[in-house]
């Protein structure tokens, strides 16, 4: 069953349903908000903040927009609050190492590990504009539309600053690892 | 241009999202532009390095909490579907025994009325006797109550304190410590979910008292999350309090209000003058 069905359940009243939602979304929101706050606790606290708000405004849910793409809006609204009451901290990453894979040769697992660490460097280095919109598209695998819909833009806006986020990353990523890719 | 227009399709093209014409276009362009062809090729290591970056896992306990908060609504939800499916058929019921023609009409208040007088009298009496105990029992559960309330607002988790401020609403007496504690996680608890339901707590329960609508008035300036103030600008035009005026005037001048707060603090100052 679809998501939007589901929603559609749990705006008529059977809120039990939103289990359901809540163990298809709740990693990935997780994930959004580690990326955009660098810390564990406080971003599980805000996809409970995410799916209150789901349950007590469900009646504004309108089933012409995506499930995700209303999940996103509201994260967004509540990162923004949190971000709000604590205007100056740096966000960063608590710990690169959570990051790493451990499947691989020694030699390439040390080399990937650098690698790794360092785009992470690179990604908790960038403005919050591009990295929220860059880790909606790369990381949450999110429509063009869908994000267009959450950032309240047009499709081609979103087409041009994934680009730009990418490049950013890209320049930030070689600076730190004094290399270019040849 | 051209390669502005076509570097913008990178990253689709590296999600394997582009279609086949799309795609073969950008192909095409690659091979006669060597700086774009870089950028491909730089973008490529990049994203190609995000696979390897293994995500977070958030931890089990987040979902126990979720499915606490969760419970804790539904029974709430359906408690108060119980009471509003109970109401129905009662009006139905009463409705229906009530006679049609107005004779019967006035014989049956008249008999409802002797009916009232004489039974008064019967409990008044039988009352006398048994007060003291049931006044003691009912204040050992409005105390037991005030406890729960007050300890579950001091816990930890934004669960077990929205529990709390749910418990106040079962409090018959209106209890200074609790309206208190409810002002004060108004003002400083970490949580929006937990302050905005006790902006309607205390709305419910300490609305009509006049200092706490003065301290509701304080909390708007406080605030810096929009939803709280604005469910605290509602809460003070239900309760047509004039004298709120004053500050949501200031909160209209204020540059730096949220535009959305702005707009309702409007609205609120001119809904109060109506009133006048």
Redesign the interface.
Known sequence: MGDEEIMKDVRA?N??R??LL??RH??PL??YF?HLTGN?AV???L???V???I??YRHTYQADTTFRAWLYQIGRN?CM?HA??RKGEVALPENAG????AEMPPDRQYQ?KE??AL??RALAAMPREKREVLVM???LDLK?DEIASILKCEVGTV??R??RA??D??DR??ALGGE??? | MICDRM??????CL?GRLDAATREKLIDHLDTCSACR??M???????R??D????????P???A???E??NA??EG?QEA?RRQAYNIPQRSFWAGLWPSRPAWQVAFSAALLLAGVLGGRYFADARATRNPEMAQLQAQVENLRQLVTLSLLQEQS??SRLRGVTYSYQMTQPDPQVEQELLHTVNHD????VR?SAVEAIGAKFGRNVQVQRALVDAIAVQ????VQLALIDLLVQLNDKDALPALRRLVQDKDTDDEVRQRAGLAVQRLESTR
Not at chain 1, 98 to 101: C, M
Not at chain 2, 7 to 12: A, N, S, T
């Open positions: 009243g809120v039990g939103l289990e809540f163990d709740s990693r997780f994930r580690m564990r971003s599980e606290d996809v409970q903040e799916f209150f708000r349950l007590k509540v609050d709000g009451r959570e990051f790493s894979s990937n690698e790794t785009l992470h598209s790369r990381f063009y087409k041009v994934v680009y990418l490049r990353l890209g990523f070689f270019r890719a040849s | 570097r913008e399709q990178i990253p689709e999600a870089a950028d090729a730089e973008l490529g290591v990049v994203w390095g995000i390897s970056m293994s995500e977070p896992e958030p931890s306990a987040m979902r909490r979720f499915l908060t969760l609504y539904q939800y579907q934004p669960s970490s949580n929006v979910n905005l810096e999350s929009p939803l």
